[in-house]
């Protein structure tokens, strides 16, 4: 059973009345004990799979698997899920721990037993103590743990959590990240995130499915998915980007802004048009005579870390640079960046098309050796 993903989607196609689909023939697999984050713009579905998860809806088409076994049908109060949900739906006029201890009592355990793992979840969220604490007088943050202690007190193989994170301080928030993420480590069960902030997805994730309109466009560890967007709509949502086409001339040569630039790409067809993707901070700040491309500075922000730059080169295109270097407004700069720092995206390649590439690379690397 180890080695069965404990959860399944097979072809799932989620259909409300005679709208467009909301999820369109969505495969993929969760492996037990790992941190996975639905990441997407409104609508673009991924809530839709947490309640296909939970229960709360049945799939139009397609079979949802759970350690090997359709469960399509199976009622809500049958799996072994649990939810966060964004709003944390405590209830108001119980205290911290029969909010708590509210499933254990539906399924009518005794007493000592629901004490001793009340205390036991409450401890592991950090609010031993707080038993008799009234749910209006607590915190944001302490009643995300006083939700979360309620999900893992029911000791479930799966914890769903639709954006819990939503209605919380950006300091707070932050530390939250941390929190969740460790609890799940100290749980080693897995979870399954659901937000559309990227940020949020790249630091908590162990891997993370990008949807878009129904779709899954790519999945993959944050690295990957940062360092190898497979179109413009994930290299777009994944942090800030670069995008300008360009065309490939051979292997390790391209060409965008008229001049042609050395890459670590291969396996496409000569001259093919592509996409070209750098990201703002792999961009330096040098002079006209020594950067690759000479741009004129159109705006300047300060972030805090670093200053953000717009600039546009002489046929219009517009570059976003991430540096420590100041850039005065109206001035030329050069701008340079190495052959790694040019993702090549090959234009309408499926995410099954793109593995498969990554891997003949890696086989022509090997033979190499």
Same mark, same amino acid.
């Given at each position: 059973? $180890?080695?069965?993903?404990? *959860? ?15 999820? &369109? ?23 839709? *799979?947490? /309640? ?55 399924? +009518? ?7 001793? +793992? ?94 878009? &309109? ?8 944050? *690295?990957?998915?940062?360092? $190898? ?49 750098? /990201? ?13 491309? &000479?741009? &004129? ?9 670093? !200053?953000?730059?717009?600039? !546009? ?32 995206? /090959? ?23």
């Amino acid at each position: 059973m $180890e080695n069965v993903p404990i *959860i399944q989607f097979k072809h799932v196609t989620k259909l409300y009345d005679n709208d467009p689909p909301v999820l &369109k023939d969505v495969s993929f697999e969760i492996e037990r004990g790992k941190f996975y984050t639905l990441l997407g713009p409104s609508g673009c579905g991924k809530t839709t *799979i947490l /309640r296909l998860i939970a229960g709360f809806t049945e799939a139009s088409e397609g079979e949802i698997l759970f350690n090997g076994n359709k469960i399509n049908h199976v009622p809500a109060n049958k799996r072994q899920v649990n939810t966060v949900f964004q709003d944390y739906a405590l209830f108001p006029h119980l205290n911290v721990f029969e909010n708590v201890a509210f499933g254990l009592r539906i399924k +009518k355990m005794k007493a000592p037993a629901i004490e001793s +793992k009340v205390k036991e979840a409450l401890n592991f969220v950090n609010l031993q103590g707080y038993e008799n604490r009234e749910i209006r007088e607590m915190s944001g943050g302490q009643r995300q743990r006083v939700a979360i202690a309620r999900a893992i007190v029911n000791e479930p193989e799966v914890i769903l959590l639709d954006e819990p994170l939503s209605a919380l301080d950006l300091k707070l928030r932050t530390e939250m990240q941390y929190e969740l993420r460790e609890l799940q480590r100290r749980l080693g069960i897995t979870f399954i995130f659901v937000t559309h902030d990227q940020e949020e997805a790249l630091a908590m994730s162990d891997e993370i499915f990008v949807l878009n &309109k129904g779709k899954i466009q790519q999945s993959g560890t944050p *690295i990957d998915i940062y360092d $190898e967007p497979i179109n413009q709509f994930v290299a777009d949502f994944i942090g800030e980007s670069n995008i300008v086409k360009g065309k490939m001339i051979e292997d390790y040569l391209v060409e965008f802004v008229g001049r042609q630039f050395e890459c670590v790409d291969q396996g496409l067809d000569k001259n093919e048009p592509v996409e070209i993707v750098i /990201r703002p901070e792999d961009l330096e700040i040098t002079s006209t005579e020594h950067g690759k491309l &000479k741009v &004129k500075v159109d705006s300047l922000l300060f972030r805090g870390v670093h !200053y953000e730059i717009s600039c !546009y080169d002489q046929d219009g295109n517009e570059w976003l640079v991430h540096s420590t270097k100041k850039a005065a407004v109206g001035t030329e700069i050069g701008l340079h960046f190495d052959p790694e720092a040019i993702h090549v995206m /090959r234009l309408g390649e499926t995410e099954e098309e793109f593995d498969r590439r990554l891997e003949a690379y890696a086989d022509v690397d090997n033979d190499g050796e």
